[in-house]
């Protein structure tokens, strides 16, 4: 079955995991994808599990596989011209070229736009970066963690009065990553269109002020960000989170709680509620809020999670789901039927659970088709096969330590 990038080859010079997985994404819908790494160590994102004391040894590499399915690894020192006379080869034969060194390492290695544009003037050239490309910063250094911290969402996450809290996975390299993807399909696009290629720049602050565009229009436009807000005084009550008897959760997102207080009262089994004064309306409720989370909380820890969803099910319509863990995510039959979570085949593992393609298209889905590659794995294949070296001169390269 076609996908929606067949036929597109991708230079992959990219780190840990806000470039990777942008290259990885852009695999997921079918392009070619050239890892190219360094010859002595590769990708850090190999090594980052042994040096935290984990054993992978016989388990795939989470972090590195998550980061690099569907590419091939082709092993270069790029501190030798010749190492670079092959990079500008692949340019010339590709369509895609992402990095995220930092600021002056393209240049000073002559892998910059400037460079690889004159060997192929339709190349997309894209950038992940912490605080983008301009100002006095631009150059900075920039982690996941450093991210979310610069990015406000610290600050975002949590209850008043908390200190700033991290949030676990890499967000910030993740929502980086989806937004250069994001903007190397628009390139890819415009090039079709005005047969142009361009640079595209995505960062970690940006990403993540985007993520976070309704609290930001706020504060530019009411004075005011979004606040935290402690859920024992949800000025909403059925905006708002509660512990079953179970010990599981239980989300509520009714927006218009007057539409559904009074039946919501009687499905839960004490319509007293609805018409006890301190909880008529929407105001009213507001100004008790204390009391009304803390009626719901004692009722919700009288039933399983389980039992609460089917009463709400089958009373109403109202809007509620549970709440899960990153534990429950892959039995959830939701995610299942959706093909958020996959079976892969890996060549060395056997049957294993990967994260899906988030998007589906109908004709041209993507797919999860190659394992992470081993280190330099493809190296000659792919010198032998789209750049026609001889056996000969790949062996000399290997002898120089090129490759």
């Not at 995220?100 to 004159?118: E, I, S």
């Not at 004692?298 to 609460?308: C, L």
Request: include cysteine; aromatic fraction near 8%; charged fraction near 25%.
């Amino acid at each position: 079955m076609a996908m929606p990038l067949d036929g597109i080859r991708v230079i992959d010079w990219t780190i840990w995991q806000q470039g990777p997985v942008c290259s990885a994404m852009l695999g997921d819908l079918g392009a070619e994808v050239i890892k190219i790494e360094e010859r002595v160590g590769g990708d850090p994102g190999r090594g980052i599990l042994k040096m935290s004391g984990v054993d992978v040894s016989d388990r795939p590499n989470f972090y590195f596989e998550a980061n690099n399915r569907n590419k091939k690894s082709l092993t270069l020192d790029l501190k030798q011209p010749e190492a670079r006379q092959i990079v500008y080869e692949l340019a010339a034969k590709s369509d895609v070229f992402v990095q995220n060194f930092r600021k002056g390492v393209a240049a000073r290695l002559q892998l910059d736009y400037a460079t690889l544009r004159q060997h192929n003037p339709r190349l997309i050239y894209a950038n992940a970066t912490g605080y983008g490309p301009e100002g006095a910063e631009s150059g900075d250094p920039s982690f996941d963690q450093l991210g979310l911290a610069r990015s406000g969402v610290m600050f975002a996450v949590g209850e008043p009065g908390m200190p700033p809290q991290g949030i676990a996975g890499g967000i910030a390299d993740q929502m980086g990553a989806i937004v250069l993807a994001y903007g190397v399909l628009a390139a890819l696009f415009a090039r079709e269109r005005l047969g142009m290629g361009q640079q595209v720049d995505a960062s970690h602050l940006g990403s993540m002020m985007m993520l976070q565009g309704l609290s930001v229009s706020a504060k530019l436009m009411m004075g005011f960000a979004l606040p935290r807000t402690a859920r024992e005084r949800a000025g909403n009550p059925l905006w708002n989170h509660y512990r079953c008897g179970d010990d599981r959760w239980i989300c509520l997102g009714m927006l218009q709680p007057d539409r559904y207080w009074t039946d919501f009262c009687k499905a839960l089994g004490c319509p007293d509620l609805a018409t006890d004064e301190r909880f008529t309306d929407l105001k009213v409720r507001a100004e008790n809020a204390a009391a009304a989370v803390s009626a719901l909380d004692a009722i919700f820890a009288t039933k399983p999670r389980g039992e609460w969803l089917e009463i709400l099910r089958g009373a109403g319509d109202f809007i509620f789901t549970q709440v899960n863990s990153i534990d429950d995510l892959p039995e959830d039959p939701q995610v299942r039927a959706n093909d958020y979570i996959v079976d892969f085949e890996h060549p060395n593992h056997g049957t294993t659970q990967v994260l899906g393609i988030p998007v589906r298209l109908s004709e041209t889905p993507g797919q999860v088709r190659l394992p992470a590659p081993e280190f330099g794995q493809h190296t000659e294949e792919i010198l032998m096969d789209l750049l026609d070296y001889s056996w000969d001169r790949i062996g000399e390269l290997r002898e120089r330590e090129i490759i």
